[in-house]
């Protein structure tokens, strides 16, 4: 059974940090790009961050460029969203996602986690 289990979520004051973490198994990480897709209160689900199979890739949102890092820790099939100078705008359930195209993930996943609130207040 594939499994995205998506942690790291909370509370946070504008400027403040937060780092999410998503494990994944039940499938071959190495075959899939993984990343985050986020959806706030009446908006669309949107791409927020992916990296490729063996973290040589990565894409990011321009919304969240030069803020968020995604990484990589293939030994323990996991993947990290590292979070700074968090804006009220970021406010929305991330999920987990994978697809075996990076570049496809950038769009939608084959595999969802369940997700994990964010909350900047202002």
């Known amino acids: 059974e594939v499994q995205l289990v998506e942690s790291g979520g909370g509370f946070v004051q504008a400027g403040g940090s937060l780092r999410l973490s998503c494990a994944a198994s039940?499938?071959?990480?190495?075959?899939?790009?993984i990343g985050w897709f986020r959806q706030a209160p009446g908006k669309e689900r949107e791409g927020v961050s992916c990296i490729s199979s063996r973290g040589g890739s990565t894409y990011y949102a321009d919304s969240v460029k030069g803020r968020f890092t995604i990484s990589s820790d293939n030994a323990k099939n996991t993947i990290y969203l590292q979070m700074n100078s968090l804006k009220p705008e970021d406010t929305a359930v991330y999920y987990c996602?994978?697809?075996?195209?990076?570049?496809?993930?950038?769009?939608?996943?084959?595999?969802w986690g369940q997700g994990t609130q964010v909350t900047v207040s202002s």
């Open positions: 996602a994978a697809h075996r195209s990076l570049l496809l993930l950038r769009l939608w996943a084959s595999y």
């Open positions: 039940g499938f071959t990480f190495d075959d899939y790009a």
